[in-house]
Every structure is written in structure tokens, then in C-alpha cells.
């Protein structure tokens, strides 16, 4: 078993190795969280675009279809109920504006999913944790030097 910077593990490292080894994981972390950020991103875009395509498909069933089925609709309810033919297309309309509301309903459930996503807000609170944490750290604190000279023996840890 090693460290990060390939020394075994019990070893002596130099305060150089340690703070090089907490710079380099410092750095991982940084990157891990930026990549985690990219991935929430990604995801509430995902959400956006299925939003506005359910948006687009409404429309695009407005625009191209009412001609031809409202046609059809209404000779069909003509040829079924002998009504008066201008019902016929008023009641092919309101099926054509159900579909339509029954799209946006869902265009608007995708739309408000993807603003709740909190996916960017998370690692950035996530991150100011971290900052804060560092910036709170202490060293610890060192005994100061006998005045006569003498050096005290320093047990080291070896785990």
C-alpha cells in the first residue's frame, strides 16, 4: 500500500510531499465537482429541450393537421348524425384544441421540471462548503523550542 505520491505508506514524507499529495487531491476535487456540474447541466438541458419539443409538436399539430382533420372529423360526424354541417366543424375544432392542450399540459410539466433542476446549485454550494472548510482550518499548534537548547525526542506515528 502506497500514498499518492508512491511513498509507502508509515513513511516520512517531507512537508513538501504532504502539501504537494493536498494540492493534487485538491485539484481531484475541484475537477470532480466541476464534471458533476457539467453532468446536472447536461441533464436540465435534456429536460429544456424535451419541454420545447412538446412545444413544437403542438404547434406543428395546429398548423398541419386541422385542415385535413377537421375535414375529415367533420363529414364523419356529419355522415353519423346528419347535423348541420357547420357543427360538424365546430365540434372537429375542439377535438383538434384538446390535442393541442393536452401537448402544452405537457410541454409546461417538462419546462418546470427542468427550471426546479438544482443540479448547478448543489455543486456550488457544495464547493463554497469546501471553501469554507479551508479556510477555517488551523494549523496545529507547535510547542516552542526549550530556551537552553535541549531536543525532545518526537514520537512518530506509524500508521
Not at 9 to 14: I, L, Q
Not at 23 to 32: I, P
Not at 84 to 108: E, Q
Amino acid at each position: 500500500m502506497s500514498a499518492p505520491d508512491g511513498s509507502p505508506v508509515g513513511a516520512e514524507r517531507s512537508v513538501g510531499q504532504l502539501f504537494a499529495s493536498a494540492t493534487a487531491e485538491m485539484s481531484a476535487l475541484v475537477h470532480d465537482e466541476i464534471a458533476l456540474a457539467k453532468a446536472q447541466l447536461r441533464q436540465d438541458v435534456k429536460r429544456g429541450m424535451v419541454g420545447g419539443g412538446a412545444f413544437t409538436a403542438a404547434g406543428a399539430v395546429l398548423i398541419f393537421s386541422l385542415p385535413m382533420l377537421s375535414f375529415a372529423l367533420a363529414y364523419g360526424i356529419r355522415t353519423w348524425s346528419d347535423w348541420n354541417l357547420a357543427i360538424c366543424f365546430l365540434l372537429s375544432f375542439a377535438a383538434n384544441v384538446l390535442v393541442a392542450v393536452v401537448l402544452t399540459v405537457v410541454g409546461v410539466v417538462f419546462s418546470k421540471k427542468a427550471k426546479k433542476g438544482q443540479g448547478p446549485q448543489k455543486v456550488a454550494a457544495s464547493m463554497k462548503e469546501t471553501a469554507g472548510v479551508l479556510q477555517n482550518a488551523k494549523p496545529h499548534p507547535r510547542r516552542t523550542a526549550p530556551a537552553d537548547g535541549a531536543v525532545e525526542a518526537v514520537a512518530r506515528s506509524t500508521s
